[in-house]
């Protein structure tokens, strides 16, 4: 199975501030059709998964902008800028390239 | 609206069965595929199963295969997962889940759940 490396664990962040994560696979994700399936979800406290970004970079309906994601390969970031109290959470990673689908272990966002 | 609405979970034996619903409403549930996604407690998120958009196609974890059947009835609208012989290590929480596209692909919309205890 393809393992996905988040890092950090924990990221405490200022609200208005910005935050960075990271997500690291085994293996390449790039499909043999030459698309790259890596998405990005929040689960906030209590709450079940929701999708941010869908295929590295592109923001599903009704996201905001402050949510960005990059990244190519086995390398891959999400940018939050300007946090507000509605984006703390846990952020998964997870990579449908390969067979099974596999999630990152998580990032918890929470206030400094 | 897109709505998932999870029922049948509780609290069972090892080595007993359950069976999981997902009722879907807000789009047209025979045009795409869905999955069975599980969260054990305070851990991170697994995928349990994916059936296609008409159910000629299913995927399992090799942890499930043999033991669950994941099923659907697109006249009803509606998502199932037949557990048997559980185990200790399949409580979760069960989130049914919705695919972007017609069959195996990321997760679009994810219902709230239902918790499934395996203990004696």
């Known amino acids: 199975d393809v393992v996905m490396t988040q890092t950090p664990v924990s990221l405490p962040v200022s609200l208005g501030g910005q935050a960075s994560i990271s997500c690291r696979s085994s293996q390449s994700l790039v499909h043999s059709n030459g698309n790259t399936y890596l998405h990005w979800y929040l689960q906030k406290p209590g709450q079940s998964p929701q999708l941010l970004i869908y295929?590295?970079?592109n923001r599903f309906s009704g996201v905001p902008d402050r949510f960005s994601g990059s990244g190519s390969g086995t390398d891959f970031t999400l940018k939050i800028s300007r946090v507000e109290p509605e984006d703390l959470g846990d952020y998964y990673c997870l990579q449908s390239t390969h067979f099974p689908l596999t999630f990152g272990s998580g990032t918890k966002l929470e206030i400094k | 609206e897109v709505q998932l609405v999870e029922s049948g979970g509780g609290l069972v034996q090892p080595g007993r069965s359950l069976k999981l619903s997902c009722a879907a409403s807000g789009f047209t549930f025979s045009n795409y595929g869905m999955a069975w996604v599980r969260q054990a407690p305070t851990k991170g998120l697994e995928w349990v199963a994916t059936i296609s958009y008409d159910g000629s196609s299913t995927y399992y974890r090799d942890s499930v295969k043999g033991r669950f059947t994941i099923s659907r009835d697109n006249a009803k609208s509606t998502l199932y997962l037949q557990m048997d012989s559980l185990r200790s290590e399949d409580t979760a929480t069960y989130y049914c889940?919705?695919?972007?596209?017609?069959?195996?692909?990321?997760?679009?919309?994810w219902g709230q759940g239902t918790l499934v205890t395996v203990s004696s």
């Open positions: 889940a919705r695919h972007y596209y017609s069959s195996y692909s990321w997760f679009a919309y």
């Open positions: 295929r590295v970079s």
